[in-house]
């Protein structure tokens, strides 16, 4: 009888443990969590440079009119500079490089880097800077802006509009620095950019999607 009370001591002790640990991890998460402040107006403004640990430049392209087709560029750079109280004042300005395209493909990769698609070896980087920058909404209350600007690829340049949502803000005791979340998306014409191979089974027009976080100077 003894040796089955020090066996359900045991096991309830060991319990205890495991609850008192998940307690306190519980508790820790909670103290590294940031408290996010939604609001724009609340926003720390000022310059912000590109956390390129927490980004995501992805494109999506229509394939045979069956499926999309996904992909994504892993080096790609960009500067934000707005004041929440000002945000017509903002501008955007980014830069990728075309020879980090992602398709889970080498062979497809290195192809798309030819002269048919997109040139790489003359035209290395994409860039992006705004010009203008409106409310989404009328009354501009909400955290969504277009940023109307010029794109260049392949060495032409076209405007483009990226419909940009602000997420949030955040002390992050992980950088040590105010950090910024931030979204857009926007759509291009491949045939825009000299890129006209293969139209319709490889679609023409592109969705562009940003997903990322901008560490304030």
């Known amino acids: ?27 820790c998460i909670s103290w590294v969590t940031p408290s996010v402040t939604p609001e724009l107006v609340q926003l720390k403004g000022g310059e912000f440079t590109l956390d390129p640990n927490h980004a995501a430049l992805i494109f999506k392209i229509p ?6 087709y996904v992909g994504r560029f892993n080096q790609f750079d960009a500067q934000l500079n707005f004041d929440p109280n000002n945000m017509q004042a903002a501008s955007l300005v980014a830069s990728v490089q075309i020879s980090s395209i ?9 192809t798309l880097q030819n002269s048919t698609w997109f040139d790489s070896q003359t035209f290395p980087q994409a860039l992006f800077k705004s010009q203008k920058v409106t409310p989404i909404n009328a009354d501009g209350s909400d955290n969504q802006f277009a940023f109307e600007g010029l794109l260049t690829l392949r060495g ?21 620095k105010y950090t910024l979340g ?32 901008f560490l304030k100077q």
């Open 182 to 213: 931030f979204s857009a998306v926007g759509t291009i014409k491949r045939s825009d950019f000299d890129m006209s191979s293969y139209i319709p089974i490889v679609g023409d027009k592109i969705t562009l999607e940003i997903y990322a976080e």
């Open 1 to 27: 009888m003894q040796t089955i009370i020090r066996h359900i001591n045991s096991q309830y002790r060991h319990i205890l443990a495991i609850l008192f640990a998940l307690v306190s991890l519980s508790g």
């Open 63 to 68: 394939h045979l009119g069956l499926s999309t």
């Open 102 to 110: 992602d398709v889970n493909n080498e062979k497809l990769a290195t």
């Open 156 to 176: 032409v340049t076209k405007p483009v509009t990226f419909s940009a949502t602000f997420h949030g803000g955040a002390d992050n005791w992980m950088t040590g």
